[in-house]
């Protein structure tokens, strides 16, 4: 099968793709460096012709809820348009544990921007599977860098079930080779599987452990979270499935 993952050349796009060419499947890494702008539409419409599948990898690193929303609305207008006229069959986003109750989207930009993609997902003419992670192990190095004071960085102690990269990437893999099993979304509301990791644990201790592993040069001060969506809005439900790998060990096989 012909599939489009948009954001191709990102950590979970590239993952993805590895995954799907492992699997025998003709991946597309769509990116702006392959000319494909998605918020523009420009290449889009092409890049789609003929494919069965569309993996949404897309990200926008930022904190401001102008940005985010505007950047996540935009690309999901386009991309389930260009589906739709193109006649994919399926599309699969990649989203987060939580994300769409409304104190967590509230707390933050950037969770504002994926509620957002949610809800426009919702609304598809096409069916969509929505695979929603916890926070990737990955992640805890962008905490570090997401509010630095010179060699103090700034993380929120929210509470976080952290989930191995690989696992997300192997399951919209899973995902995309199962196929639909909805009708259009708009219709009969997205399809749903979500990831959680093993421990619980905060952004802040997660952000130590790397700063550690990293020759301690940041020092990580944690800040207290006053709004109950960050405190523990990311933390998933019992049902949610778990992967078995743990953070720590992650963080002694890692580094730069």
Not at 36 to 51: C, I, N
Not at 148 to 167: E, T
Not at 189 to 205: F, I, M, N, S
Request: charge should be positive; hydrophobic fraction near 45%.
């Amino acid at each position: 099968m012909r599939v489009v993952v948009l954001g191709g050349t990102g950590e979970m796009g590239s993952a993805v793709a590895d995954r799907l060419e492992g699997r025998g499947h003709e991946v597309v890494r769509a990116s702006r460096a392959s000319g494909v702008d998605v918020t523009a539409s420009a290449g889009l419409a092409g890049t789609l012709h003929g494919a069965g599948c569309v993996v949404d990898c897309l990200n926008l690193t930022t904190l401001s809820k102008r940005r985010a929303v505007g950047f996540f609305r935009a690309a999901t207008t386009a991309v389930t348009a260009a589906a739709a006229e193109a006649g994919v069959a399926h599309v699969v986003v990649v989203s987060i544990v939580g994300v769409t109750d409304p104190s967590v989207a509230r707390s933050s930009g950037y969770y504002a921007g994926k509620a957002a993609q949610e809800a426009g997902y919702a609304v598809a003419r096409v069916p969509v599977t929505v695979v929603r992670s916890t926070a990737w192990f990955s992640l805890a190095e962008t905490f570090l860098g997401q509010l630095r004071v010179g060699r103090l960085a700034l993380v929120p102690r929210m509470g976080l079930r952290p989930v191995h990269p690989d696992a997300v990437a192997d399951l919209v893999a899973d995902v995309v080779g199962a196929g639909p099993t909805t009708g259009a979304a708009r219709e009969d509301g997205p399809a749903v599987r979500q990831l959680a990791g093993p421990d619980e644990t905060d952004a802040a201790t997660m952000a130590r452990a790397v700063a550690a592993r990293d020759g301690g040069r940041v020092r990580v001060v944690g800040l207290p979270v006053p709004v109950a969506g960050l405190r523990t809005g990311l933390l998933p439900g019992p049902d949610v499935p778990r992967d078995g790998r743990r953070f720590a060990d992650w963080v002694r096989t890692s580094g730069r």
